[in-house]
Each structure stands twice: as structure tokens, then as C-alpha cells.
């Protein structure tokens, strides 16, 4: 079959490789239609995050339709179109009952093979997806492959965000970083009742994106401070949603937020060391809330609204290519080349 496979930084090739197959008893074959490039994929991309080996399949956003499952799997079935959360999990342990899903001690993340140990990806043609039952989810009709596929990560994460950000009617918000995952915290946001967000990412056309869904945009940097004290009797935000995962978007979050806000953090996290201290977090009272989004449990809790109109999130994967072209989108993609906003790799 055919997969882009991580070659070196900055390097990712499509290569023919060995079709997956059933290891073990729960697990299943799936033939993907879609598969997304995410930021997270840009960690590895660039070097951030090292030691993945060469010809590991990237990717950990995928839907499809499956072809296998191993004689233990029960729930889901040979033709069924699912969608997938960017980690694998039991769904019967304490985590999954509680639904800390993306906590399974069992589960693992798609798209990280190590000295050989680990699942590959599922920017491929098939992959193979332990603990089928507990992961899968089956597609309603309703629902297209594009928003299954942000379902699976982009969305669950963004709404996860705005959630740990404990939004109140009349509070003043800040988004840091305003890709996919960013946008569709806005819109989390919003639902959630949030009316004053502020979005602060330096591409203009993501801040264009941001203002189209009610959020007042600008570049990051001091001007942007000093405006969102301004309007906030210089006390700054309530609460910041922080989306990017680098030093210099963590130490923005802390400078706009004021005294005995919430920051909540899903952008990951590649650099042991925080950009404010122990004593900065204690002379500001902060609240730092941080995590992977257990994407299982919030595929549950969102279909439904995708599926009625409530949520319309197709039109975020603004880029399709082949899987041939898998290169090109991962150069696409990282540079924000053509308004890129989110890439994914399309299989006939």
C-alpha cells in the first residue's frame, strides 16, 4: 500500500509498504478515505519532538470504512464507515468509564513507532486500529468525511479547550493561535457563551477566519496586550485558550490573562521548561489547566451536533491531496502556502 512516511525533518515521502494486518483479537483493518495533517504532525515534522523512526507512518487523523476485525471485536463491523480519536482505547477501564479516554493504559497514539515499538499512522491506504471497539466510531449518514475527520481531533480538542476555560456570560477571552484547532476553539467558545473573545495569531488571513466567527483579531505582541487591558479596566482576560504549544504562546497567555484567570493549554508542548515561573503562577493566582483531549469521549458528546447544523465544520479542510503528493501537503501545510488552513490526504 501506499503511505507518507517520515523520512527526516522537514522530509516525509510516499512510499510503498506492507499492507497492516489483524495482530491481535480486538483489533481491525480500516480502509482510509481521508486523513488529516495536523500541528501536532508539525512537531515531528520539524524536529520538536525526535526519535520516531524513519518509515513510520505519519498522521493520526483518519476515517474510513472497515475491511477486517479480528474474532474478539463485537460492536463494530466488516463495511461500517468510522472515524477514529487520535489515540486508541479499551473503552471499559477507569479512564474510559470516567472518560478520560486519551488516558486508557492500553491506548495508544496513532502515528508514533519508536525503536520499532508503537502504531503507525493513518496517512495511508489501510491501518490497523487496536482495541477496535473501545475507538471506532460509526459514521451517521449525516455526517460528512470532513467533519469526521475534526471530530476525531481538531474539534473535540478546540471544544475541550474552551470547556477547561470555564467560560461565564460577560467574561473577556482570548484565543492564542488561530488554526483549525484555534477557529473551531472560537466557535466552541462562542457556544458555549463566551460574547468577547479576542484571537490573536500573526497571519492575517487566520485572523480574517477569526473575525468571520465573531472574534475581535489581532497580531499577537504588545499592542494586543495593551488593547485587551484597555478593555478590561486593565486587568486583562478572564481566561486564555493557548492552541500553539511553543514558549513564546505560553508566555503571551500569561502576560494577557489577569490575576486569578484560568489558562487552558492544548497546544503540545515540545520544551520542558515553561516561559513563566513557579512564582510568577503564585503572584498571579493562576489557574493552569492543560492536557491531550480525551477526543473518544467528546466524539460522543459533539456528533450529534454536527449531525443536526448546530456545528458546520466541513469547509476547515480547505486543502486535498493525494497521498502521492503527501510532500508537497506537508510543505503546503507548514508554510500556510495558498491560505492553506488545514491539509488532509484524500484515498480513491
Known amino acids: 500500500m501506499k503511505a507518507a512516511c517520515f523520512q527526516d525533518i522537514q522530509k516525509v515521502a510516499c512510499k510503498e509498504i506492507v499492507n497492516p494486518t489483524i495482530i491481535e483479537p480486538h483489533d481491525a483493518i480500516v480502509k482510509v478515505s481521508l486523513a488529516g495533517l495536523c500541528g501536532s504532525d508539525l512537531h515531528v515534522y520539524y524536529g520538536r519532538e ?29 463495511g461500517d464507515r468510522v472515524y477514529t480519536p487520535f489515540t486508541t482505547n479499551c473503552g471499559d477501564c477507569f479512564y474510559c468509564n470516567s472518560g478520560m479516554t ?8 496513532f502515528g508514533w513507532v519508536e525503536n520499532g515499538i508503537g502504531l503507525h499512522g493513518g496517512q ?5 486500529v487496536p482495541l ?27 471544544y475541550y479547550c474552551a470547556e477547561m476555560c470555564e ?29 468577547n473573545i479576542y484571537a490573536l495569531d500573526p497571519v492575517p488571513e487566520r485572523r480574517a477566519e477569526a473575525e468571520a466567527l465573531g ?5 499577537p505582541g504588545e499592542a494586543a496586550i495593551r488593547e485587551i487591558k484597555s ?11 493557548e492552541l500553539v504549544g511553543l514558549p513564546d504562546a505560553q508566555k503571551l497567555a500569561y502576560d494577557v490573562m489577569r490575576p486569578g484567570g484560568i489558562m487552558s493549554v492544548v497546544g503540545c508542548h515540545c520544551t520542558p521548561h515553561f516561559a513563566f515561573s513557579p512564582i510568577d503562577a503564585f503572584d498571579k493566582n493562576l489557574t493552569y489547566k492543560t492536557g491531550r483531549c480525551p477526543a ?38 507548514s508554510n500556510r502556502k495558498d491560505g492553506c488552513l488545514k491539509a488532509a490526504l484524500e484515498f480513491g
Request: net charge negative; with cysteine.
Open 124 to 128: 495511508s491506504e489501510f491501518v490497523r
Open 296 to 333: 473518544r469521549y467528546y466524539m460522543d458528546q459533539l456528533t450529534g451536533l454536527v449531525a443536526d447544523g448546530t456545528f458546520e465544520i466541513d469547509s476547515f479542510v480547505s486543502k486535498r491531496f493525494g497521498v502521492e503528493d503527501c510532500a508537497e501537503a506537508y510543505d503546503v501545510f
Open 102 to 109: 486519551c488516558r486508557c493504559p492500553s491506548g495508544q497514539l
Open 50 to 78: 525526535t526519535g520516531v523512526d524513519v518509515d513510520m507512518v505519519m498522521g493520526h487523523e483518519l476515517v474510513g470504512t472497515v475491511v477486517d476485525v479480528g474474532q474478539d471485536v463485537k460492536q463494530i463491523s466488516i
Open 231 to 241: 478593555k478590561t479596566e486593565n486587568r486583562g482576560a478572564d481566561g486564555v485558550m
Open 215 to 219: 472574534a475581535i483579531a489581532l497580531p
Open 167 to 195: 467560560i461565564e456570560p460577560g467574561g473577556t477571552y482570548v484565543v492564542v493561535g488561530c488554526g483549525t484547532v484555534g477557529l473551531l476553539c472560537i466557535m466552541s467558545a462562542r457556544h458555549l457563551g463566551a460574547t
Open 132 to 158: 477496535a471497539d473501545g475507538t471506532l466510531k460509526v459514521v451517521p449518514e449525516s455526517v460528512s468525511d470532513a467533519s469526521a475527520l475534526l471530530l476525531g481531533d481538531n474539534f473535540s480538542t478546540g
